[in-house]
């Protein structure tokens, strides 16, 4: 089996008007050959807002530059850069940018491991 490395330059990939904020796929089967994940760059200018809605797979989202505020299960949590939220397959959440802030966060999702 060959490995090899392959490095995207995120800068390079277009920023995408989504319904909520801005977003373009950094890990998917076009770049790279990933079959069973989906990586995405998202963006939040103050007042913008992501929902993570439940899917049938498990959800990472990282705090990557800014801060802002998690909602799950009716209550708001204060999340700083660095920090994120991982969310299983029938869970949801509302991430918010903080008043006066932008956020850029790493949304994976990869599919539940069959038993």
Known sequence: MTTTTTFIDTNQLPRVPAPQ????????????????????????????????????????????????????ENKDYDVPQGGGIYLGPSETATIRAAEGHTLKLFHLVVPRIPK
């Open 21 to 72: 904020g801005e977003a373009t796929e950094v890990l998917n089967n076009a770049l790279v050959g990933a079959k069973n994940v989906l990586g995405t760059l998202r963006w939040l200018k103050s007042g913008e807002r992501f929902d993570a809605v439940p899917q049938d797979k498990h959800q990472l989202i990282y705090f990557m530059e800014g801060s802002g505020a998690i909602h799950l």
